[in-house]
């Protein structure tokens, strides 16, 4: 097992000074601040970003603790830049809508990277806005003449970093804690052996993180003869004395041979490998720790015990104390404020920390005896609900509203999304051709219509076809407007359009086919997840794998039933499953057989799909059946797993090849050819808007029947009487 140095995580700096070791735990005990570096590939942008015409400006998100003040906060943007069409090129940077930097550029080529420094005042969104706007004017021999500018770009790459420190002592309840959890969360877990109960938390969490966005990292607390990487590691100048922090001074990869060089290693505080946001607290953890401080305290000098004795009762709050059964709390680990988990309550913890309750338990400290997603309203979900935020954009030739949201929380009894319902307004402007609005669902148009633009409410419904959907879902909806004026006469100018709180997505039954799209579905009222029983003997490297295949199937953390399967036999299953290097009796033969390292279709065709040895490590998922029940079996291909980080995008398929570098094959061998996808319909959308349509036409209906009823029987009662009053 191998342990390796964090990249944000630096020593600090008043601890790394101290002369003695008495000094140094004084100086940790008092340290509180802990050091954040996010970049743009940790928040999703891997791919470096390009303004330039027509899309000459992006915001970007950057995440910090919600209502924590930060100190030191630098962005250090990483750029280049070039001009091939001259004119007045700005580029304009702001900081939550407040410009902090405008500068020229006037070569051809070269270097746009600069610092900004980032106002500390807490954000109660916890979000930092940075907007940046590239500009380029022309000067123009007339009015109509063509000002735009496509070979002026600039490019931001991903290493660009926000880098901050903020106060921990300063997060006061669970949804701070949440909330401050970086895009790389790390689970602390007990060791690479552990209970069951203690693995059913872990994973649990780890598939919570995904859905909320964050890439969580797996780490066991390192043991006798477990191998760690120090090479970033600086041991405080006042603690190399002690012959374990001299053994851990010598930096490179080192096997740990004595509990106090374990103890040593968790007593480095925020200057260790250990600085764990989240901790599934089993409850061999706490003598674990007592032996191993217990080991090192035996090495310290005498002057310095009293500091250490400090120092360890509140490094150690999040363990020191027994948790109840079922108890999520705040607590120090090790100088830095984490989520303990007690190891029976990962479900309801998974619960919890869902978008809709994590904000309503404002508490150090809670039992859950039961915390799930909110039963909502099958027929219709707001977007709002999913986590979207109505929002009002300036147009000028185009801009988009980006939301996303997880399948288990819009599946469930049967129904899933059938149809979007995008409720947009948008201001009239001088050009006479109508802005455009298109709605996307994972990069595929669903539908587009041109605008009114009067100001009022419009609506655009679009059909989901099944195949789109994903387990994480991204929902694009894009304006384009016509950069015009009244007859050259005007400069161009943006307009607002807003994407309204009426925005919703409509539910339908839906029969779940036999993929993996069908599977999502079958998933959403929960399901059997299925491990081996040695997974449990190896921790570290397993988890990852349940995780990352739990969350690429749409399994709900708070719904699952959770089972380690011992060698004595085969499980008995009665609902859908997921099982990962389990056999399973009575499943379909699969679809594909692996002979000689090469994968073929099982109905004897010669031609491979796919050659496993030149994967290397691999693994295959497919869709199967149990008696009348329909889940996925993992199994692994060669020797070793391969490593599995983000999840994976699953769709149309039935069969799933994984290899070193994620999925490498997604395959439908019951429809190879997509015919089913060619055959699909998709129900005409029941927008609850226009439920009212049919009666009101009735009412109508109704109404010039009596009018006209009424109308007869007057001019049969005028004409009775003139006939009397004639005779």
């Known amino acids: 097992m191998a342990f390796a140095q964090s990249a944000g995580a630096m020593p600090p700096a008043a601890a790394a000074s101290a002369a003695s070791p008495a000094e140094v735990f004084r100086r940790m005990s008092s340290d509180t601040w802990v050091s954040r570096v996010v970049t743009l590939a940790d928040i999703g942008i891997t791919n470096p970003l390009v303004l330039g015409y027509p899309e000459a400006t992006r915001e ?137 109960d203690a693995y059913d938390s872990a994973w649990r969490l780890g598939v919570a993180l995904e859905r909320a966005g964050k890439r969580p990292r797996i780490v066991a607390l390192p043991a006798v003869g477990d191998t760690v990487d120090l090479h970033a590691v600086v041991v405080p100048t006042g603690l190399r004395k002690v012959p374990a922090f001299a053994a851990l001074a010598e930096g490179g990869k080192r096997r740990l041979k004595d509990l106090a060089e374990v103890g040593a290693l968790m007593a480095l505080g925020q200057g260790g490998l250990l600085q764990p946001d989240i901790v599934v607290a089993d409850r061999a953890t706490g003598s674990v720790l007592a032996q191993a401080l217990d080991e090192l305290r035996a090495q310290l000098p005498p002057e310095s015990l009293d500091a250490f004795a400090e120092w360890r009762g509140k490094a150690l709050d999040g363990w020191g104390r027994q948790l109840a059964t079922g108890q999520v709390r705040l607590g120090n680990v090790f100088g830095r404020a984490a989520i303990v988990v007690a190891p029976d309550a990962g479900a309801q913890a998974a619960g919890l920390f869902t978008q809709s309750w994590h904000q309503a338990t404002g508490t150090p400290s809670l039992t859950l005896n039961a915390a799930d997603d909110p039963k909502v309203d ?127 997505m409509l539910l339908d039954k839906r029969e779940p086919g036999p993929d993996f799209s069908g599977l999502i579905s079958r998933y959403s009222d929960g399901v059997n997840l299925l491990v081996p029983i040695a997974y449990l003997y190896d921790s570290q490297n397993s988890l990852p794998r349940v995780i990352s295949l739990a969350a690429s199937t749409g399994v709900s953390p708070s719904r699952a039933r959770f089972v380690a399967v011992a060698d004595v036999g085969p499980p008995k299953l009665k609902g859908p499953f997921l099982a990962i290097d389990v056999e ?31 994967l290397g490590r691999a693994g295959l998922l497919e869709v199967t059946q149990v008696g009348r029940d329909t889940g996925a079996i993992y199994r692994t291909l060669s020797r070793e797993a391969p490593p599995m980080g983000m999840p994976l995008q699953l769709s149309a398929g039935n069969v799933a090849v994984i290899g070193m570098s994620g999925l490498r094959a997604e395959i439908n061998t019951t429809d190879p050819s997509g015919q089913d996808m060619v055959r699909e319909t998709i129900p005409a959308p029941k927008a609850r808007g226009h439920l009212w349509l049919p009666a009101l036409l009735l009412i109508a209906a109704g109404a010039a029947l009596l009018a006209y009823a009424f109308r007869m029987y007057q001019r049969k009662a005028s004409k009775a009487g003139n006939g009397k009053s004639g005779g």
Request: proline letters at 8%; glycine letters at 8%.
């Open 584 to 614: 399973l009796k009575d499943a379909d033969k699969s679809e594909v057989k692996l002979e000689g390292g090469r994968l073929y279709l099982a109905d004897g065709n010669d031609r491979p799909l796919l050659d496993v040895n030149g």
């Open 60 to 196: 970007i998100v950057l995440p910090v603790p919600p209502g924590v003040p930060f100190a030191n906060g630098t962005l250090q943007m990483d750029a280049s830049f070039v001009r091939a069409d001259g004119g007045r090129t700005t580029l304009i940077l702001s900081i939550d809508g407040f410009p902090v930097s405008a500068r020229p550029v006037a070569a051809e080529r070269g270097d746009g990277s600069l610092t900004l420094a980032v106002d500390g005042a807490p954000r109660s969104s916890g979000l930092v806005r940075f907007n940046l706007d590239w500009r380029t004017a022309i000067g123009r021999e007339n009015t109509c003449s063509d000002t735009r500018t496509p070979g002026n770009l600039l490019r931001i790459e991903p290493t660009t970093r926000f880098t901050y420190r903020y106060d921990s002592s300063a997060v006061a309840d669970l949804p701070a804690a949440w909330g401050s959890l970086p895009p790389s969360p790390m689970i602390l877990i007990a060791g690479s052996k552990l209970s069951t």
């Open 378 to 504: 099958f027929t219709a979900v707001s977007l709002k609900y999913l986590g979207a935020k109505p929002a009002t954009l300036d147009v000028l030739s185009r801009a988009d509203w980006n939301a996303g949201f997880d399948i288990t929380a819009v599946t469930g009894e049967g129904r899933g999304p059938a149809s979007l319902v995008i409720d947009v307004a948008a201001a009239p402007g001088a050009a006479r051709t109508p802005p455009v609005v298109s709605v996307f669902l994972n990069d595929v148009l669903l539908g587009a219509r041109e605008m009114e633009a009067h100001g009022r409410r419009e609506r655009i419904v679009a059909p989901i076809p099944r195949h789109v959907l994903s387990t994480r879902n991204n929902i694009r909806v894009s304006f384009v407007r016509q950069q015009a004026s009244d007859r050259c006469r005007e400069t161009p100018e943006s307009y607002p359009v807003s994407v309204l709180a009426t925005s919703h």
